[in-house]
């Protein structure tokens, strides 16, 4: 148990820097030494209004928090209005009006003691060539930094690569897709090595590939059978060798320097928007269950897989383990939010019902499912610290649980703001982004 749950190595990534989404390690980890406790005015040390539209996290590298932003402009070029609808339990609608409005794609750098902008540049201007959904933005993907440039994606609009003094140094047009339903897109690019990796899963043709970090010229490229996904892929490093880890309804591991395919495992359909999650030797992937007579009814089992697997994975009929499987958990819950573990307990949050799944991490064995009270839909993920679990809603309540087999709420922190995005966790501070307005809370 004490290797499983062992600290893993992702490359250039450091400990006490927020470098990408869910952490320079990918697995939603924060030092024990950020409050327990806040709301709109207590432990704030500042926040600030960001202009425009996003989902997308902030990022963090010592002194210097970086933020996206796709911000409307009016005829005579100033700063518009829009924002995400909020979420309302289901449906919600196509916004194709919004093709006709003209954005500023932006990247932020705030300082992280005083929240002072110390710049602000444009990546592009233009019109969206992708509708989206009422309550995505156009800007949801999450940055990701080296400490010396910032590499901001937002989707079909392109990647660009700025240095920490606010210079575009390049740029990159993957080309333009449609994506189901007009729901927009997600998936955030990741950093390891030398490599920039996307995840661009679309209706027309899904690909995934590696970008040379310093130059933006594309080292491979490799088809994917898959339609519009929403996860985004990770670094797994494990005992065995370095794995990238890319979801969908079929979950694929590639060696990241070649793209090579290593292994596969049918998720049995089922949508893929909550990113895996690997914690030393093992791997934690899951799709979640839809039953809404669409092409990817199903899914909605979890998986823990073991290292070294090569070919097809997936266990055989009702099989639930195998030579590289170690558990497989149907109905798990798993949905939006990805999942985190915690003094040995996966943790899995519902996304409409305000449900959380506390399940064994090395039985796959369900501990307990209780609804956390007052809580609305779970799209933000959750992270750990210490001994306990820290769940965002969509009403900006952030749920503090204990971990362990035992459920217990310790503290409910309410800013009461639409919030979507994950909170960047780092150096005893929470940098929490809602649908206007970034605070940065700490002691």
């Not at 924002?83 to 006709?100: F, M």
């Not at 440039?149 to 920490?164: P, S």
């Not at 189901?180 to 043709?205: C, H, K, M, V, Y």
Request: one cysteine or more; charged letters at 25%; glycine letters at 10%.
């Amino acid at each position: 148990m004490v290797a499983v749950f062992s600290a893993s190595g992702a490359g250039t990534a450091t400990a006490d820097q927020w470098s990408q989404f869910r952490g320079s390690r990918m697995d939603g980890v924060a030092e024990p030494t950020h409050p327990i406790r806040w709301d709109e005015s207590e432990n704030v040390a500042w926040k600030v209004d960001i202009p425009g539209e996003g989902w997308s996290c902030p990022v963090v590298w010592d002194d210097r928090v970086f933020v996206t932003s796709a911000v409307p402009i009016d005829t005579a070029g100033a700063d518009s209005a829009t924002e995400p609808e909020a979420y309302r339990g289901g449906g919600g609608r196509l916004r194709d009006d919004l093709t006709e409005v003209t954005y500023r794609w932006e990247v932020f750098c705030l300082d992280a003691e005083s929240g002072r902008t110390l710049w602000r540049q444009t990546a592009r201007e233009g019109r969206p060539t992708i509708p989206r959904h009422s309550s995505n933005t156009y800007a949801t993907e999450t940055p990701v930094t080296d400490g010396q440039h910032v590499y901001a994606y937002f989707g079909m609009m392109g990647l660009y690569c700025f240095d920490f003094d606010g210079q575009l140094i390049w740029s990159k047009d993957f080309g333009s897709y449609d994506m189901r339903a007009g729901w927009g897109t997600s998936s955030s690019p990741i950093l390891f090595g030398e490599q920039l990796f996307l995840q661009i899963d679309n209706d027309e043709q899904s690909f995934l590939v590696a970008v040379d970090k310093a130059t933006g010229e594309e080292n491979w490229r490799v088809d994917r059978d898959e339609k519009s996904q929403y996860s985004s892929p990770i670094i797994w490093s494990n005992r065995e060798r370095d794995e990238l880890i890319v979801g969908g309804m079929v979950y694929r591991s590639y060696d990241p320097q070649t793209g090579k395919q290593l292994w596969q495992l049918d998720m049995d359909k089922g949508r893929s928007s909550a990113t895996p999650l690997a914690i030393g030797d093992r791997l934690y992937v899951g799709t979640e269950f839809r039953n809404r007579g669409g092409a990817d009814d199903g899914g909605g089992f979890l998986f823990a897989i073991k290292p070294g697997g090569s070919g097809d994975l997936t266990p055989s009929g009702d099989v639930t383990e195998s030579e590289w499987v170690q558990w497989k958990m149907p109905r798990s819950g798993i949905q939006m939010a990805s999942p985190v573990a915690c003094q040995g307990y996966l943790y899995l949050l519902e996304r409409r019902s305000g449900v959380v799944h506390c399940v064994n991490a090395e039985t796959g064995q369900e501990v307990y499912r209780f609804r956390l009270p007052g809580a609305r839909a779970f799209w933000a993920s959750p992270w750990t610290s210490g001994d306990k679990v820290f769940c965002v809603d969509t009403g900006g309540t952030t749920y503090v649980l204990s971990a362990g087999p035992e459920f217990e709420v310790v503290a409910t922190n309410e800013i009461d703001q639409q919030t979507w995005s994950s909170p960047a966790v780092v150096d005893g501070a929470i940098y929490f982004r809602t649908a206007s307005t970034l605070y940065c809370i700490r002691n």
